[in-house]
């Protein structure tokens, strides 16, 4: 498909389990970002990309969080240990920042639950 | 405080109506000013956006931006059941910076 693609798009994990979500971009884009989104919130910024370089990673709640995109295209966010607390919809976008303005394009999101 | 805030809603208006969506925010670094739909069990897509202070018209959607107030406002006019959806400001400090989204407005539009 030629959109953002995220996987899984549900993951169930017991407290204290590390869990890794996956961010497939739009071929070509330049830029990729990860927020969380509670439900009823909008989207809380984590961290992002320009290619493979990792441009703020203030948002990353802990450093339980982490992010890579070794190769400029796919991305991992890795949750170690988590906590209940995590439970949240994970969501990627990506853009080509071709633009004044950056067009954000997001991925269907994962559903993550902490038991 | 939040970077940016806005109303949660929800808020619900009769089709036809003309419906205002507001966000303030308080870095004044600010520049790019966004807003993006939500519909219910997606992800958020980008509506329109605005640079820097002024206004701008697509369609129904007319966008505004007071940098001296720091205050940003989505009118929509002539309202359908189909703009029923969440609409989240979204702002950023330059071309390559973060991008820092509201708690996202709630609307609905009665038939």
């Known amino acids: 498909g030629a959109g953002v693609s995220q996987s899984p798009r549900y993951k169930v994990t017991k407290r204290g389990q590390d869990v890794a979500l996956r961010c497939d971009p739009i071929?070509?884009?330049?830029?990729l970002y990860w927020y969380r989104q509670a439900l009823g919130q909008g989207p809380e910024f984590l961290t992002y990309f320009n290619y493979e370089a990792q441009q703020d990673k203030s948002g990353l709640p802990n450093d339980r969080f982490s992010a890579e995109r070794p190769e400029g295209s796919i991305s991992t966010l890795t949750i170690q240990r988590t906590e209940q607390r995590d439970s949240a919809m994970y969501r990627c976008?990506?853009?080509?920042?071709?633009?004044?303005?950056?067009?954000?394009?997001f991925g269907s999101g994962t559903q993550l639950s902490v038991l | 405080q939040k970077e940016v805030e806005q109303d949660p809603g929800p808020l619900s208006v009769p089709e036809g109506a003309i419906v205002s969506l507001n966000c303030t925010y308080s870095?004044?670094?600010?520049?790019?000013f966004m807003w993006y739909r939500q519909y219910s069990r997606k992800g958020p897509e980008l509506l329109m956006y605005?640079?820097?202070?002024g206004n701008k018209e697509d369609g129904r959607f007319t966008a505004q931006v007071d940098k001296s107030s720091k205050y940003i406002s989505l009118f929509i006019r002539d309202s359908q059941p189909s703009d029923s959806a969440t609409y989240l400001c979204a702002m950023s400090g330059s071309s390559a910076s973060k991008i820092i989204f509201g708690s996202g407005t709630r609307l609905s539009i009665r038939p």
């Open positions: 605005t640079y820097s202070s």
């Open positions: 976008a990506s853009s080509a920042r071709t633009a004044r303005v950056e067009k954000l394009f």
């Open positions: 870095n004044s670094a600010f520049q790019y």
């Open positions: 071929s070509g884009h330049v830029s």
